[in-house]
């Protein structure tokens, strides 16, 4: 079993940055794919962004492309997402995710385990 646990969400004024972190627990990631995901109040959750095992594939939602990044440091079994130019509608629970496999997927169905989340804000 893989625990993940993400931290680094708050507060934070349009225009800022914040960097979430995910952090994983009871196997390596070194053959899975991780990725976030997002889930504003009243609506389905979302794919954010997605990193193939060995980094070579970053997909990114349109929504989001050019101001976040994602990365990994498989030394850490740690995943993060750096979020840049943040805006009121970037306001959600965000959640890391992880499946066996060596190319992402876009789905949250693809994924097996799942973070708890962390709440991002984006208001003045």
């Known amino acids: 079993q893989v625990q993940l646990v993400e931290s680094g969400g708050g507060l934070v004024q349009p225009g800022g940055s914040l960097r979430l972190s995910c952090a994983a627990s009871?196997?390596?990631?070194?053959?899975?794919?991780r990725g976030w995901f997002r889930q504003a109040p009243g609506k389905e959750r979302e794919f954010v962004a997605a990193i193939s095992s060995g980094g070579f594939m970053t997909p990114y939602a349109d929504s989001v492309k050019g101001r976040f990044t994602i990365s990994g440091d498989n030394a850490k079994n740690s995943i993060y997402l750096q979020m840049n130019s943040l805006k009121p509608e970037d306001t959600a629970v965000y959640y890391c995710?992880?499946?066996?496999?060596?190319?992402?997927?876009?789905?949250?169905?693809?994924?097996?385990?799942w973070g708890q989340g962390t709440q991002v804000t984006v208001s003045s």
């Open positions: 009871g196997r390596t990631f070194s053959g899975y794919t």
């Open positions: 995710a992880a499946r066996f496999g060596f190319e992402p997927r876009l789905r949250s169905t693809a994924y097996d385990y």
